[in-house]
Nanobody, 130 residues
């Protein structure tokens, strides 16, 4: 059974960095696209970064330049490196996977939608304090 497990969250000060990890099992990486989402208190969950099974990456404008999504095939782990953390980055972060992922049309519009991902982890909390 496919499973995603996030880790690496924590409490950090403004300007710090964190690397989130998402270990996956039960399926072949070659068959799936993956993404990171986050949900801040009182807000809807939003997609922030995505990666195809071919290694292409996508970032929404609000995080571009500070977030880096990457994949270690050997370790079967997805990463999200977050630099220069800001208070507005405080959220629960989720990794997600799907055999299709972001559609070409949405990719061009930099839209990472929940409905395009069917496998989800339980989330890891990131709290940024000033």
């Amino acid at each position: 059974q496919a499973q995603l497990v996030e880790s690496g969250g924590g409490s950090v000060q403004v300007g710090g960095s964190l690397r989130l990890s998402c270990g996956f099992s039960g399926y072949s990486l070659a068959d799936y696209a993956m993404a990171w989402f986050r949900q801040a208190p009182g807000k809807e969950r939003e997609g922030v970064a995505a990666i195809t099974n071919g290694g292409s990456t996508l970032y929404v404008d609000s995080v571009k330049g500070r977030f880096t999504i990457s994949l270690d095939n050997a370790k079967k782990t997805l990463y999200l490196l977050i630099n220069n953390l800001k208070p507005e980055d405080t959220a629960m972060y989720y990794c997600a996977a799907d055999s299709e992922g972001v559609s070409p049309g949405d990719w061009a519009l930099k839209l990472i939608k929940e409905k395009d991902f069917r496998l989800w982890g339980q989330g890891t909390q990131v709290t940024v304090s000033s």
